[in-house]
Nanobody
Framework: QVQVVESGGGLVQAGGSLRLSCAAS????????MGWFRQAPGKEREFVAD????????SYADSVKGRFTISRDNAKNTVYLQMNSLEPEDTAIYYC??????????WGQGTQVTVSS
């Protein structure tokens, strides 16, 4: 069982920045594919960004490309999402997912991000 815990959400004005953190348990963190997803009220959960294990290849949703950056620190078992130029449309609960062994998905409880106009 892998525990996933997000932090760093909050209220920010449009144009501002936030950095989300996601800590995952386990001794093999570098072998996990890590991803960020978000769910706005009344909408389905959607992909935001991910970063592959050890090689660190990243991918982004078109809506956040150029504004958000995903990174990882394997020594700290942590993945980050740096969010710049935030827009009201980015308001959502942000979830972190750890994909382990290409089979199992572990989700965190989510962290709220609210962007005011």
């Amino acid at each position: 069982q892998v525990q996933v815990v997000e932090s760093g959400g909050g209220l920010v004005q449009a144009g501002g920045s936030l950095r989300l953190s996601c800590a995952a348990s386990g001794r093999s963190f570098s072998s996990y594919d890590m991803g960020w997803f978000r769910q706005a009220p009344g909408k389905e959960r959607e992909f935001v960004a991910d970063i592959k294990r050890s090689g660190g290849t990243t991918s982004y949703a078109d809506s956040v490309k150029g504004r958000f950056t995903i990174s990882r620190d394997n020594a700290k078992n942590t993945v980050y999402l740096q969010m710049n130029s935030l827009e009201p449309e980015d308001t959502a609960i942000y979830y972190c997912k750890a994909r382990v062994g290409m089979v199992y998905n572990y989700w965190g409880q989510g962290t709220q991000v609210t962007v005011s106009s």
